[in-house]
């Protein structure tokens, strides 16, 4: 695989990592704030990679953003099982 799309999916896991730190320093009361925040960092780190990093090491851009989108893309879809820690709600209990 060319350096292009190496260089894209360790840049998406590394923002991805940061992301779910941010997403999980808000806590259970304030998730969607720490995720809106998470999301907004993702697509700055993407127009950063687009207009700065990519051109900067000389990666073709193309394989690169494509790349980058696949990685957050499909990570954003895991993101909401790694932030349950069990303790979910599980619907109404009874208590007889």
Known sequence: MSKAIW???LFGLLVQLVGLAVIRSF???R???GWGIGT???LVALLA???AI???LGLRLTPALLTLVGVLFVT???EPFLLNDGRGTRGPT???
């Open 54 to 56: 990519v051109p900067a």
């Open 49 to 51: 990679y687009g207009w």
């Open 27 to 29: 806590g259970r009361d």
């Open 31 to 33: 998730l969607i704030v």
């Open 7 to 9: 260089t894209s999916i």
């Open 76 to 78: 954003t879809l895991v």
């Open 94 to 96: 009874s208590s007889v």
């Open 40 to 42: 907004l960092l993702r």
